[in-house]
């Protein structure tokens, strides 16, 4: 599989006071278009820092990152803006939604900073969400504002969804679900996901899964048979 993201000797360095902190060590890795990817670790293994550089919320201090054959390392503030706004989908753990706005509304938002978007009524029956379209997010439960902030991520047709611990406020079995929609993304409509976790359980539903310890990767794991989520034995 051709890369589709490359890491090429990849150094992020925070300056704590008079320290120097590596929270990105010089790393290698490359991930295949359409790949379900999980970036496992423990809590300061750099994993947030790796999708906070890949999703162009970050800079890094040496090395390159090649998103689609595009040095994003080398982009201009406004490029990277556009970057963010047209080919990367952010899930995060908490969901981030306007409480006075609809479902529909918080999906729909996107549109006044991207002009590619999807149709929202196809992006919310697809998420299993078309039914609570004129809901507030207050009238929901936690999976389902997590899957209208899946909504808002895939509305935006982007090429790269990043997951930072998208399940970490929710219940096992609501995270399950998902996680097989995240899962189906890739698996169905080609879209490229890392997930971000230190739930090792996951790694056996990914097809790669990248380890990181201390900044530094560890290991880079191929998964010739990965399982649906929904068949994890959690």
Known sequence: MK?????????????LGKNRFLAVNNIDFTIGKGEFVVVLGPSGAGKSTVLNLLGGMDTVTSGTILVD?????????????????????FIFQFYNLIPSLTVRENVALVKEIVKSTLDVESVLESVGLNDHRFQFPTQLSGGEQQRVSIARAIFKNPKLLLCDEPTGALDSDTGVVILSLLQDMSRIEGRTVIIVTHNAILAEAADK??????????????NNNPIPVNEVNW
Do not use: H
């Open 209 to 222: 899964v990248i380890k990181l310890k201390n900044g530094k990767v560890q290991e880079v794991i191929f």
């Open 69 to 89: 054959g595009k040095d994003i390392t080398s982009c201009s503030d406004r490029e990277l803006t556009d970057y963010r706004a047209t080919d990367v989908g």
């Open 3 to 15: 890369s589709y993201i490359e890491f090429k000797k990849v150094n992020k360095e925070y300056k």
